[in-house]
């Protein structure tokens, strides 16, 4: 079945930028939909956006101008950046797939075990 | 946005006991064109990823126990466990996927009593 695997730096500085990469194994990166969603040490659930295999995007405003997800297909990963960190951009990084059934995207359905980023200088 | 709100912040129920969570979404996640609820319950257990247990409100994910249902529409939904065993404590999160930002509740932490 379907597994993802986040994959990057577990320390950026404060003001430079978090790189993460997320592997698609055991099935196509094509038709669906990829998301990135954090969580904060001992906190909830934030979705930052989502990535479609044709490189369309979307992200949570909250984030600004900050976020960048893309795609690479040939590869069969997607990948995040977030520039200016801070502090509170310290969480466990998740990324996920979008199911898709009946004609419908719904909830994220597959889920990477997660990596732990910290700020700090 | 969305503002989904889940109520209690944590219970505690006894073994073979029901368990309901309750979610609210600050607007309607039902789409008339498809009468269908933008909406999903997950399970996260310590140092674990979420794990989407139902969607469309109420439709369960392969591979769920039959125990964990879901209902509701609009507004207002829940999360029933029928008979609570020992590995469902977890922290339950709902989600809206009506509109983005995708939005979750806070979570509901739920212990054995």
């Known amino acids: 079945q379907v597994q993802l695997q986040e994959s990057g730096p577990g320390l950026v500085k404060p003001s430079e930028t978090l790189s993460l990469t997320c592997t698609v194994s055991?099935?196509?990166?094509?038709?669906?939909?990829w998301s990135w969603i954090r969580q904060p040490p001992g906190k909830g659930l934030e979705w930052m956006g989502y990535v479609y295999y044709s490189g369309s995007t979307n992200y949570n405003p909250s984030l600004k101008s900050r976020v960048t997800i893309s795609v690479d297909t040939s590869k069969n990963q997607f990948s995040l950046r977030l520039s200016s960190v801070t502090a509170a951009d310290t969480a466990v990084y998740y990324c996920a797939r979008v199911g898709y059934g009946d004609y419908n995207y719904y909830g994220m359905d597959v889920w990477g075990q997660g990596t732990t980023v910290t700020v700090s200088s | 946005d969305i503002v989904m709100t889940q109520s209690p912040d944590s219970l505690a129920v006894s073994l073979g006991e029901r368990a309901t969570i309750s979610c609210k979404s600050s607007?309607?996640?039902?789409?008339?064109?498809?009468?269908?609820?933008?909406f999903a319950w997950y399970q996260q257990k310590p140092g674990q990823p979420p794990k989407l247990l139902i969607y469309w409100a109420s439709t369960r994910e392969s591979g769920v126990p039959d125990r964990f249902s879901g209902g509701g529409s609009g507004t207002d939904f829940t999360l029933t466990i029928s008979s609570l065993q020992a590995e469902d404590v977890a922290v339950y999160y709902c989600q809206q996927y009506y509109s983005t930002p995708y939005t979750f509740g806070q979570g509901t932490k739920l212990e054995i009593k």
């Open positions: 055991g099935g196509s990166i094509s038709s669906y939909y």
């Open positions: 607007q309607s996640v039902l789409f008339s064109s498809n009468n269908k609820n933008y």
